[in-house]
């Protein structure tokens, strides 16, 4: 055993009945409700038990032989008053032999008055992009030629449209793409590429911490590192987790997965290192990108277990992660209701309770932002526990704006990103992959890193200036920070049928209002977090927009004495008229797609600037950001 246990691992031995005798045994009504979910799904030998109140040591009153009780969590660093605080501390996995009932297990433990839950130990499985290896060597001529007119210098940068997608492949205008359908990085990134002090977990298969376009971004225990082997050296109650844990063997040697390599490299790829791809927080090749902790809860496509991610989870929280990158969920449609989930797994509650409560970053935010995959099933409910409201559930679209055909969608979802589609390899997510330099895949496991790395990339930028929000305001910044998906929901597309494996073709209209808030927008989370507004303009296009959102209603009365834009701006975007304000609208025409900054100043409370010989107002400066793309939306956002 790898996890520092100290005095808190007990085998507790007790033979004064038989198997016999213990599967005769009734139910009562109280000790029924003690068990708070079903053996579906569940893990022979196990049990996981809830206190009425944290013990160092449980004694298994129990007439069953050879039952082994061990904390699902170590105490680690925590103090006294943490550990008397956090229910996570008081759950216990009970171990024993596989051909015990377990049901009749169950029943014995809650009967115990020191026993507040017995939960069944569940397999969780992990939502896979269903890909198998899509390389394709022969792009690689192609992709040197064009890189050099990407922000940074990796290698497939361009290949990465859910970055910027301008529409076309190699140049070529393509049917599966539209311009617009992405998270519109590049103009973020003139602002932020990240920061080192920002950690992102992932949780997930072992992510190869060693991959040339990883290392650099890997997060790394110094301590352990430099220390001792088979030596817990920084007393976090784990050995030798030089890069993360692997809870799925119980020891620090991660096992390399594509799957969580892929999701890293979404996150946070070193970006400009002339290499693979770009990470969204990955930083300017300077060291300045977010970091990844790899939370290692699969193997081998294996199923894990409930105790491992509540582990997991725990352990991304006390070792600095701020946010978790979750795919992995319970089968569909298990659970239709946050009362149901919050009743029946309740070890995974406490799990998030704690990283939302104790996961930090001082200055800049007080706890943790979990977000997770909706699931790849298609299904009009999104999978738990990312459906959980206190969650960000993540749905996917594809390069061409519409919902990936095996997004599952409904109440429960937040946010959409991109998945990718199986149209061809160009439609896919392009990233980090075990055996190449890079990969593509498809499926909400690759829209939720974009919604991991669009928050890393927003805590990283208010460290730059000096911003703090509370969990709660930063989730709300994020679910705000996007367009509108449901426009584009019109067409006709195949959609996978996992019960027949064929591709029917299905009314993307029932998608519309169920994809979450919108599709996520980089530049305009960070705009949020610096708080200034953005105005959206459609290229070559005359352009009126109204000002009343930002000086009010009675916009249109006031007198304005000014727009200031910089003439390098005005050449960079293509404005050839200096843009004016007339009845409380600005008017402005742009011939090339970027942002720029544009200040509106106009006069409140009179005509005339006050100060002088005359009665006057006061004036009022508002400074934009100003974005400007081949079109608009309907709703203000672009397309």
């Known amino acids: ?26 139910r009562p009504d109280d000790i029924s409700s003690k068990i708070i979910n079903t053996t ?5 030998g196990k049990l996981l038990v809830k206190l009425n109140r944290y013990t160092p040591s449980f004694n298994v009153e129990c007439d069953i032989t050879d039952i082994e009780a061990r904390p699902v969590v170590p105490i680690g660093k925590a103090t006294d008053a943490e550990i008397e605080s956090e229910e996570l501390y008081r759950w216990w996995v009970l171990s024993f032999s596989e051909d015990v009932n377990i049901e009749h297990v169950a029943e014995a433990i809650a009967a115990n008055s020191l026993v507040q839950y017995v939960e069944y130990n569940t397999e969780l499985e992990r939502i896979d992009s269903g890909d198998e290896n899509s390389r394709d060597d022969s792009i690689h001529s192609v992709t040197r030629a064009i890189a050099a007119d990407m922000p940074f210098n ?39 590429t990240g920061d080192n002090r920002v950690i992102v977990a ?5 992510v190869k911490y060693d991959h040339p376009d990883l290392a650099a971004n890997m997060w790394v225990n110094e301590a352990e590192k430099n220390g001792s082997a088979r030596v817990d050296d920084d007393n976090n109650g784990y050995t030798d987790d030089i890069y993360g844990f692997n809870f799925n063997d119980d020891n620090g040697n991660i096992t390399f997965d594509d799957h969580g390599t892929h999701v890293a490299g979404t996150i946070a790829a070193v970006s400009n290192n002339g290499i693979g791809v770009a990470g969204i927080a990955g930083g300017s090749g300077k060291g300045d ?65 704690y990283f939302e409560s104790n996961a930090k970053l001082p200055g800049v935010i007080d706890g943790g932002i979990c977000i997770f995959a909706a699931g790849n099933d298609a299904y009009n409910v999104p999978s738990y526990p990312g459906a959980y409201y206190s969650n960000i559930c993540v749905t996917a679209f594809g390069p061409n704006f519409t919902a990936g055909s095996y997004t ?35 499926g909400t496991s690759m829209a939720a890193p974009h919604v991991s790395g669009c928050a890393a990339l927003g805590l990283s930028y208010a460290l730059k200036i000096g911003k703090s929000f509370t969990r709660d305001e930063f989730k709300d910044i994020i679910l705000t920070s996007v367009h509108d998906i449901d426009q584009y929901q019109t ?26 808030s919108g599709y996520i927008d980089a530049h305009l989370l960070l705009m949020q977090v610096e708080g200034t507004p953005c105005l959206y303009v459609a290229k070559g296009k005359e352009t009126a927009l109204s000002l009343d959102n930002y000086f009010g209603d009675a916009s249109e009365k006031l007198t304005y004495t000014n727009v200031t834009i910089s003439a390098e701006d005005m050449t960079k975007l293509g404005i050839n008229s200096a ?61």
């Open 579 to 639: 843009p004016t304000v007339v009845d409380g609208k600005l008017h402005i025409k742009c011939g090339n797609s970027g942002t720029a900054r544009i200040s509106v100043t106009a006069i409140v409370g009179g005509t005339v600037v006050g100060g002088g010989d005359n009665m006057g107002g006061m004036e009022v400066t508002r400074t934009f950001e100003l974005v400007v793309r081949r079109a608009t939306a309907p709703n203000g956002g672009w397309l």
């Open 202 to 206: 992932v949780i997930d298969g072992g």
């Open 289 to 353: 990108g977010c970091r990844i902790m790899t939370c290692q809860i699969y193997k081998n496509g294996e199923a894990t277990s409930t105790e491992n991610i509540a582990a997991a989870i725990k352990y991304a929280a006390d070792n600095g992660a701020v946010i978790i990158n979750n795919s992995w969920q319970y089968a569909k449609g298990s659970y239709t209701s946050d009362s149901r989930f919050r009743q029946n797994y309740s070890v995974l509650m406490d799990a998030i309770k």
């Open 408 to 442: 599952n969608y409904g109440a429960g979802a937040n946010i959409c990103a991109p998945g990718g589609e199986n149209t061809s390899w160009a439609t896919k997510i392009c990233s980090t992959s075990v055996e190449y330099e890079v990969n593509y895949e498809k």
């Open 491 to 516: 067409e006709r597309k195949g959609a996978f049928d996992f019960d027949t494996g064929t591709y029917p073709t299905v009314n993307i209209e029932y998608y519309k209002g169920l994809l979450g």
């Open 154 to 192: 990796d290698e497939y940068l361009c290949e990465q449209w859910h970055y910027y997608n301008d529409g076309t492949v190699y140049g070529d205008v393509s049917s599966d793409h539209r311009p617009g359908a992405d998270i519109n990085l590049f103009p973020a990134w003139k602002y932020c």
């Open 1 to 26: 055993m790898k996890r520092f246990l100290s005095i808190l691992t007990l085998i507790a031995v007790v033979t004064s009945c038989t198997k016999a005798d213990l599967e005769s045994t009734t």
């Open 40 to 44: 579906d799904c569940a893990i022979a």
